[in-house]
């Protein structure tokens, strides 16, 4: 059985009354004070870089959820910057690479379990080149930052089910 989105919230975020029940398949209404709360899909971004050789740079999780496993860097979205910037940050923060020029790919949901809560998300993909490839450092919830050759042997290593579904769409694609 799936899980509410708001199961955790018990209740309303407006008047605290108990009275904040299942609405629809993604929201609340509270009965008091008729404040409608709708979990909507968290918007992150994922950099798919390759380097000279031809090869994907993964980075290796550090943390909770799926820590060991790997993903392409990325993370969520701050609330004052576009996917686009939140691609290029993420890839310095956990990579030390500074990329340019990101261009869209695609975007996929995702469910991604954190704190008992599932998040909806919706994972933008974008191609970024990068400069210079020897400033390559593992940081923030980064553990390793590898370059793998493009194959679906890495999908059973790969943590989130949309950057594995990433992963099949640019092997078909290559």
């Not at 299942?22 to 709360?37: A, I, L």
């Not at 990329?99 to 995702?110: A, H, T, V």
Request: with cysteine; aromatic share 10%; charged share 25%.
């Amino acid at each position: 059985m799936k899980t509410h989105p708001l199961a955790l919230f018990r209740y309303c975020p407006r008047c605290g009354s108990a009275a904040f029940a299942v609405h629809d398949h993604r929201s609340k209404r509270c009965d008091d004070c008729g404040f409608t709360y709708y979990a909507n899909a968290s918007a992150s971004a994922a950099a798919v870089v390759r380097n000279v050789r031809g090869e994907l740079l993964l980075v290796r999780r550090a943390f909770a959820p799926h820590a060991g496993t790997r993903c392409f860097p990325g993370g969520f979205a701050e609330h004052d910057e576009s996917l686009e910037s939140t691609c290029l940050r993420e890839l310095r923060e956990e990579t030390g690479l500074t990329g340019r020029d990101p261009i869209f790919l695609f975007s996929l949901p995702n469910l991604y379990t954190y704190s008992e809560l599932q998040i909806h998300t919706l994972d933008s993909f974008f191609s970024v080149t990068v400069d210079d490839e020897t400033a390559l450092f593992a940081a923030d919830d980064a553990a390793a930052v590898e370059w793998h050759r493009l194959s679906l042997d890495l999908l059973n290593t790969i943590a989130l089910e949309s950057h594995r579904s990433a992963l099949r769409r640019l092997v078909e694609k290559s």
